[in-house]
């Protein structure tokens, strides 16, 4: 009898400690001929010499991308949701409404071409992502494992970021009201004027959206004029000063629909954190800004690398927005 190929068993410290959505990992033993099969080598292995794709013609390919893609772009024109930034707070963010409306339709607005934001690694290329309780929750309904530490129950650790970021990346684009358009970007905001004339009362009723290359290069290019999708509500999730940081809050400033930005403060994780979720909020008609774009406008401290108040900012940017959408159909209907 052949010895197992390979056994899985759990380190004394994590029996311990447990890992969260499996409690401790089931002892797996493969032995035998069961290990040096699977369905795809049972398909394909040892047959590489008469291996051949299926025929395709190259304006198949191209067809079979861009027709979805100005479909796409024709269905969500009209939106009733666009959220800017697809980072960890954006991405939960349309996590939860994509759950609990599937009626709405949402866009996503990502200008990079990878989404996620900086929630593939933890600090400074670090691989762990930390998340202080009550944030555990948010793991718990996405299905994300994660390990508690012994010595501090205040927060959990994902042994990876990249493991919590494809996980919710994968449940956000499995929702089919739900769009990711990635390498684009918001140049601007579309606004509807108050009836008192007041800037700081200003609608805000879509988006303004190029391709990121387009955007990047209208400093040497001229004439590239930009797309749009409206919507009643936009979240705005972009993250604090940076490249594409902090757009939605600078761009209000330069409308007049506020005074200034209250500009990030210096590193407290205990205070950042709380604010940014507290004050997740609809912070001129038509527009919540959740995650670190907050402190911008507010002036909080900045949180360095734990996500709880990401995710969480995301929760609550979701319960607002349900608030704005039923509010302005109120309006609508009367």
Not at 73 to 90: N, P, Q, R
Not at 152 to 164: D, I, M, R
Not at 253 to 269: E, Y
Request: glycine share 8%.
């Amino acid at each position: 009898m052949s010895p197992p190929a390979a056994i899985y068993e759990p380190s004394p410290a994590t029996a311990n400690n447990g890992l969260k959505g499996k409690v401790v990992p089931e002892t797996v033993t493969v032995s035998g001929a069961e290990a040096h099969s699977t369905r795809l080598l049972d398909q394909f292995g040892g047959k590489w010499d008469e291996f051949k794709f299926a025929p395709i013609r190259e304006s198949q390919v191209s067809r079979a991308m861009t027709s979805r893609y100005f479909k796409d772009l024709d269905k969500y024109a009209e939106s009733d949701i666009v959220i800017i930034g697809a980072g960890s707070c954006g991405l939960s963010t349309a996590y939860v409404l994509g759950k609990a409306r599937p009626d709405l339709k949402i866009a996503i607005i990502e200008a990079n071409v990878s989404p996620g934001g900086g929630a593939w690694l933890g600090g400074q290329l670090f691989s762990a992502m930390v998340l202080r309780r009550p944030a555990d929750a948010f793991l718990d309904d996405l299905g994300v494992p994660y390990e508690e530490d012994p010595t501090n129950p205040n927060f959990v650790v994902v042994k990876h970021a990249a493991l919590f970021t494809s996980t919710l990346l994968s449940k956000v684009l499995s929702f089919p009201n739900i769009k990711l358009f990635n390498a684009t970007s918001v140049e601007d905001l579309i606004t509807r004027p108050s009836q008192s004339g007041n800037p700081q009362e200003t609608r805000i009723a879509g988006v303004v959206t190029n391709w990121t290359l387009v955007s990047m290069h209208h400093d040497d290019q001229s004439c590239m004029d930009p797309n749009t999708i409206n919507a009643p509500l936009v979240i705005s999730t972009t993250g604090h000063d940076g490249p594409f940081g902090a757009f939605s809050a600078k761009r209000l400033v330069s409308m007049a629909a506020i005074d200034k930005l209250g500009g990030m403060r210096g590193l407290d994780m205990n205070s950042a954190e709380d604010a940014i979720v507290k004050n997740t909020r609809e912070v001129t008609k038509g527009l919540i800004i959740g995650g670190m774009e907050l402190s911008e406008i507010d002036g909080f401290n900045r949180m360095g690398p734990t996500f709880g108040a990401m995710v969480l900012s995301g929760v609550k940017a979701a319960e607002e927005a349900l608030k704005v959408i039923d509010e302005r159909k109120r309006e609508c209907a009367e």
